[in-house]
């Protein structure tokens, strides 16, 4: 089994950043990407980043130029830096891991972390 543990989630103005975490435990051994997922209220959960071991990555493109997600293999640690931040952006995050290599459906990711809230208001 695999553990994910989010953190970084708060209250932010639009314009701000915020840099969210997810540290790895466990069998880590057998997986090969990472991703961020995030939902918003009344909306289906939707890819953010994903990244692989080796540092390949994609990213969804309502983030692109704005997120990017980064990993510390050495901490086991998953990154996504957040800057300007609409309100848009408004959701939980939550940290995935599969064994597969940069899948994009939700139903390839085997673990999950419990999520973070991250809100972009005035």
């Known amino acids: 089994q695999v553990q994910l543990v989010e953190s970084g989630g708060g209250l932010v103005q639009p314009g701000g950043s915020l840099r969210l975490s997810c540290a790895a435990s466990?069998?880590?051994?057998?997986?090969?990407?990472m991703a961020w997922y995030r939902q918003a209220p009344g909306k289906q959960r939707e890819l953010v980043a994903v990244?692989?071991?080796?540092?390949?990555?994609n990213d969804a493109d309502p983030v692109k130029g704005r997120f990017t997600i980064s990993r510390d293999n050495a901490k086991n640690t998953v990154y996504l830096q957040m800057t300007d931040l609409k309100p848009e952006d408004t959701a939980i995050y939550s940290c995935?891991?599969?064994?597969?290599?940069?899948?994009?459906?939700?139903?390839?990711?085997?673990?999950w972390g419990q999520g973070t809230q991250v809100t972009v208001s005035s």
């Open positions: 995935a891991a599969a064994r597969l290599w940069l899948p994009t459906t939700e139903q390839h990711y085997a673990f």
């Open positions: 466990g069998r880590i051994f057998s997986i090969l990407s």
């Open positions: 990244m692989t071991n080796d540092g390949s990555a």
